[in-house]
């Protein structure tokens, strides 16, 4: 993995706007895995400014995003379709059609899972997928455990990811309790892998991920097995790994 170090968020959703954007100019019909929460927000606004200045045309390019809440639907203003097309699709000339998320709505969890993957696999693979990283060092929504998933899946959200998402809803109760999420597999089929982290709350996780073996109980950690990885971390997330004296 190759990790760059910025100075703040800033510059780290400028440096993964532009890693993006390179992306789309080399391949413009390529399939992007995008992710949800508040990291990647900084760089959609970038991306949606270059669309905005003429440099990037997304008309051609498709997309996988890696989660859902089970139960949500796309209307729904806490549900990743309705986050996707807020802060990045309604703002650029992609084609919603073209544009991916599980469906929260499909109660049936082995159809919802299986359809995803079936689709992950029909569009022939993911050029590039942007993830960030959760304080626990999980990936999507694959949480620490015993082993590594490989397809997507429901999970049951670990407590500590229900109460860092209880900020976006009205009461600690009203976060769903289970989510489908891309595999292990999935993320790692990925041509390239973009992983953003900004702020001390990831310190141990990037710290873990990175320098430490490779363990499902930190999901980020196979991403030390990926043959194209790069890490975006600003000053405060690589605040630990340089006490440690690894980085
Ligand atoms: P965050 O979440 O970007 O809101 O910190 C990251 C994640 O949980 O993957």
């Given amino acids: 993995m190759r990790i760059y170090e910025v100075k703040n968020y800033e510059e780290l959703s400028r440096k993964a706007a532009d890693m993006i954007a390179a992306q789309i100019i080399l391949k413009p019909d390529c399939v992007l895995g995008l992710a949800t929460g508040s990291t990647p927000v900084g760089a959609y606004r ?8 003429g440099e990037l045309d997304f008309s051609q390019v498709s997309s996988v995003n ?9 209307e729904n203003d806490q549900s990743y379709r ?3 097309n807020h802060n990045l699709f309604d703002h650029v000339n992609i084609d919603k059609t073209r544009t991916h998320v599980p469906n929260g709505l499909e109660p049936d969890a082995d159809k919802a899972c299986a359809d995803y993957n079936t689709l992950i696999g029909s569009m022939g693979g993911i050029d590039l997928q942007l993830l960030g990283i959760g304080g626990n060092g999980h990936i999507g929504f694959n949480e620490p455990c015993e082993e590594f998933i490989c397809d997507t899946h429901c999970v049951s959200l670990a407590q500590s990811t229900i109460e860092a998402n209880a900020r976006f809803f009205d009461s600690i109760d009203e976060v769903p309790k289970f989510a489908y999420t891309m595999g292990i597999r999935n993320i790692m089929s990925a041509k390239k892998v973009l992983l953003l982290a900004s702020g001390k709350n990831k310190a141990q996780a990037v710290y873990d991920s990175c320098f430490r073996p ?16 790069v890490i975006i971390a600003d000053s405060d997330a690589l605040s630990l790994a340089k006490e440690k004296g690894v980085f």
């Fill in 66 to 74: 890696l989660d859902e809440y089970k139960g949500l639907s796309g």
């Fill in 214 to 229: 490779v363990t499902p109980h930190v999901p980020a950690s196979v991403l030390q097995l990926h043959p194209d990885t």
């Fill in 82 to 84: 309705y986050f996707m």
């Fill in 46 to 53: 970038e991306l949606i400014k270059k669309y905005e200045n």
